[in-house]
């Protein structure tokens, strides 16, 4: 087990309680991901990568219920939330597995993620985003609700205590606090700008940044 399969299994049963504390935007965050997710079907195809608890795809569940969810993360015990919050939905399978390197065999109408890219290399992550517009269908949509590294030291400096202060004051304890800070050592921001340099370089041409507030960002892209 990778040191990051660990972090996160380790605080899989309490995941989606604190992710409302760690992150101040949530509503927001969530929203225009599922908002943006506008494809011409009603039964879409849609992969999570780094699904975790499948918090995000119960959210695009709401407005797409009759579509087909592929949740993979490397962490079987988040993936085992998953399985619980869905039950026997059909329309849910799971992988566990690494999404940067796995060989996907279908095609989907949407690609999404929440809060799992930033762990990648850079380079890993511009390889990701190739390999999700391979996959695509044509018209298919490309939707990453991230953390971003500020344009300046000073602009990261403020994303950060921003967050911090929302943080210490969002009710959760000193160990979680703690908890949450030892999971970010695994974090690997790349700033707004590059990213968006890189969907476009894969392929994408319809790109853009959705909604940011300080670190927290969602990105858009479009396969013509």
Excluded at 131 to 160: M, R, W
Aim: include cysteine; glycine fraction near 8%; charge should be negative.
């Amino acid at each position: 087990m990778s040191p990051i399969e660990e972090r996160f299994g380790a605080v899989s049963s309490e995941y989606d309680a604190q992710r409302r504390m760690f992150i101040p935007c949530y509503d927001d965050f969530y929203g225009v991901c599922v908002s943006a997710a506008s494809v011409d079907t009603d039964r879409p195809a849609i992969l999570d990568a780094g699904a975790g608890t499948g918090l995000l795809s119960a959210f695009l569940m709401e407005r797409y219920p009759e579509g087909t969810y592929t949740l993979i993360d490397l962490s079987a015990d988040m993936l085992d939330q998953a399985r619980e919050r869905f039950g026997d939905n059909s329309r849910v399978g799971y992988i566990t597995g690494d999404y940067s390197t796995y060989a996907f065999s279908g095609t989907y109408d949407m690609i999404v993620s929440a809060l799992s890219i930033h762990h990648l290399e850079d380079e890993a992550k511009r390889a990701f985003f190739t390999k999700c517009h391979s996959i695509l269908k044509p018209g298919g949509l490309f939707i990453n609700a991230d953390q971003v590294c500020g344009e300046t030291p000073y602009i990261e400096s403020l994303n950060k205590s921003v967050w911090l202060r929302a943080v210490e004051d969002s009710g959760l304890t000193r160990r979680q606090i703690e908890a949450g800070h030892e999971r970010m050592s695994y974090d690997r921001e790349a700033g707004l700008s590059e990213q968006i340099t890189w969907l476009r370089e894969a392929g994408f041409g319809d790109v853009s940044c959705l909604y940011k507030y300080y670190l927290f960002a969602v990105f858009f892209g479009r396969k013509g």
